[in-house]
């Protein structure tokens, strides 16, 4: 018997499995520094730009993801601030906005944690995508996405974006000027530039004529973005590279660390996958650990079986997308009513759960989600991850290929 060990919430879950598996992770990376030494020498060495360019500022905004994006602000937020003061903006001109996107306004509670120490030293405010009186319209992008920015971020004289590079399964990766086009982007914005989803070219890991990616870049540079600081992970989530500087040039040296870092090649798909989001924040709710399970359908085959761990302490995280998915009984009917109807975000995490539902069979741990969730979701439930896999076992070949894809969020199988 083989061990397998996925990461779930706070902890990780254990069971065995039969045959020998590929661990299919992003990179451990040998560290030879520290992860706030990697951060500081970014800093300290930004890529087409400068931090001088601050110097005299009396409003600068920092914004940064909620806690659905593990950004680790306690350890770039110290020499950040401390390179901003030699040139001489202090903390008393400086605004921290939480980017929250779609996603529920962060409360104070949820702030703290967030940043860290530095929250009782700086003015933090949590953005809302539908907050009219805190919104400015800026005009439309060359694709006709409406430009409705926080307020806050417009008014100030510089702008700094912190943030994770990340695949996205429809942006190609996260970072860069998606910190504040969608982060910090109004209900209309976020709703148009999401609608381009189903684009062919707007996929997983790919950068290369990607609407989305480019409508994005598109609004940051409308709006401005003085700097950027954005981190590469590694599987224990530590931070292997950082980037600072320009938010085209430096995400762009980003991209290519995160490349070497998450995606793996595989020779052919598997016939069962089990996979984990990476647990908290990642796992979440359902609405973010339904990237796992995209990640995971790359890696299985047609007519395979994905065992997906999330501990989801906040369920489903959406009622947009469960209310999509009790308007269906079948994969194939998610998206075709999905293709009839008009574009929602909420809604769109039901058309890529089909997807992949379309391609396995998926049989679900997860603590947040009863038994009458899981049937409205078209997903099998375990109580334990042992359970899950004893039942995927009950209709795989004989001497099945396994993979283990602990941190699928983060990793891009290539097949």
Known sequence: MYQVKIPYGDKYLTAEVPHEYKNVSISEETLSYTSSEEIERAIKNPIGASFEDFRGAKNVVIATSDLTRPVPNNLILPPLLAQLEKVGVTKDNITIIIGTGLHEVATVEEMKEIIGESYEELKVISHDAWDDENLVSLGHTSRGTPIIINKHYIEADKKILLGVIDPHQFAGFSGGAKGVSIALGGDKLVQTNHSMLTHPKASLGNMDGN?????????????????????????????????????????????????????????????????????????????????????????????????LAAECREGVGSDRFTNT????????????????????????????????????????????????????????KANTLQEAIDLAYQNLPENPSVFVMPKASSTIPLL
């Open 211 to 307: 609407p989305i990616r480019e409508d994005i870049d598109e609004i940051g540079s409308k709006v401005g973005i003085d700097m950027i600081v954005n981190v590469v992970l590694n599987s224990k989530k530590e931070v292997v590279h950082a980037v600072a500087g320009h938010y085209l040039e430096a995400h762009k040296v980003g991209v290519e660390k995160a490349q070497e870092v998450l995606q793996v090649k595989l020779d052919e798909p598997a016939d069962l996958v089990i996979a984990g989001s990476g647990g908290f924040p990642k796992d979440i709710n359902l609405y973010q650990a339904q990237k796992a399970l995209l990640h995971a359908a790359i890696a299985v085959k047609q007519g395979g079986t994905i065992v």
């Open 325 to 380: 998915m009790k308007q269906s009984k079948t994969p194939q009917e998610i998206l075709d009513n999905f293709a009839k109807s008009e574009f929602r975000v909420g809604a769109h995490k039901a058309y890529l759960w089909g997807h992949s539902l379309l391609k396995a069979r998926v049989i679900m741990v997860a603590d947040g989600i009863d038994e009458e969730t899981a049937k409205i979701m078209q997903v099998e």
